[in-house]
């Protein structure tokens, strides 16, 4: 097998792991290229490709991570990972691990962790590596590995909702949620909706947001039924989709274009969480991006003219 067959073969995993530490897309497929260059440009054959590759995308990764905590903490509003419409890396072994690690809700989790924490926890809990594999990979001993691990699942279990719905249970109540939207049905939403029922966007201050979070099913089925039905009055509508391993959407205007996406955190038999994410930046992998201060300004003149 030649080295780009090598490479290739272990893109899928490379971008998976990049992803999880990273939370972009974008800088994920930076980091899995920068690791083809340094492959590509290394004097000798390794004695092992995907330890080798695996350890110089983890390391691209951590420096990476590091360089963007401080951009992330000046992050006009909440501060959300780009969605992910698939992840490439499939391992029937580790299914599970994999399909709860790339949640949004998983992700923000992950932001609480030291760049090197993140790391441990995602090459152990998701791809489970072994000690020896991830200390060669961190530069730390592996009882130091192991420390970091004990810590990084402390502050992930601390805060982690458990997803406990069966896949056909989610996917049934995310299409009632968006049947109900399309239909204006605001008692048909709240039905479905956890009492203290939270909803955030991601607009990084290039797009329209919400001012602050939303709380509570009442307003939370008021707002989305008014905010869609205008929405929905000028063309843009909500295509179903998996987001990130769970129940959500794609926002697309009248040409097709994506103005934002959507994730419905899902438990005990009850939508927990709303996220969208609408900053054009984090939108550039889903497809051409609508311009969201555009359809502001229809909306609000659409609705001036029904006055």
């Known amino acids: 097998m030649s080295e780009v067959e090598e490479f290739e073969e272990l893109r899928p995993l490379l971008f998976s792991i990049a ?7 974008g800088e994920a497929e930076d980091a899995v290229q920068e690791t083809w260059l340094r492959f590509d440009g290394s004097a000798t054959r390794p004695t092992s490709t995907k330890a080798f590759l695996a350890t110089t995308v983890t390391r691209i990764s951590i420096d990476v991570l590091r360089s963007a905590r401080s951009r992330r903490e000046e992050y006009v509003g909440p501060w ?7 992840d490439p890396y499939q391992d029937p072994a580790r299914s599970a691990e994999l399909a709860d690690s790339v949640s949004m809700a998983a992700l923000l ?11 441990v926890f995602v090459l152990r809990e998701v791809f489970g590596f072994g000690f ?9 001993s592996e009882a130091a590995c192991r420390q970091l691990l004990v810590r990084a699942r402390r502050h992930v279990t601390a805060g982690r909702p458990r997803f406990e719905a069966l896949r056909q249970e ?7 949620f968006f049947d109900a939207l399309r239909e204006g049905d605001v008692a048909g939403l709240q039905e479905l909706l956890a009492a203290d029922v939270s909803m955030a966007g991601d607009g990084g201050g290039k797009a329209p947001q919400l001012a602050r979070a939303i709380v509570g099913a009442a307003n939370v089925a008021r707002l989305l039924s008014s905010v869609y039905a205008k929405l929905a009055g000028i063309g843009v509508l909500a295509e179903p989709n998996q987001v990130n391993g769970q129940p959500g959407a794609i926002f697309r205007d009248r040409d097709g274009k994506v103005l934002q996406t959507m994730t419905l955190d899902v438990l005990d038999g009850r939508i927990q969480t709303i996220r969208s994410v609408i900053n054009p930046d984090k939108l550039r992998h889903v497809g051409p991006v609508a311009d969201a201060w555009a359809i502001d300004r229809e909306v609000r003149r659409a609705r001036r003219s029904t006055r």
């Open 80 to 86: 959300f990972p780009e969605p992910l419409l698939s």
């Open 109 to 119: 989790l992950l932001e609480r962790l030291s760049p090197l924490e993140r790391a």
């Open 19 to 25: 992803y999880r530490i990273l939370g972009s897309v």
């Open 132 to 140: 020896d594999e991830i200390a060669a990979t961190v530069g730390r």
């Open 170 to 176: 989610r996917e049934e109540l995310a299409s009632r």
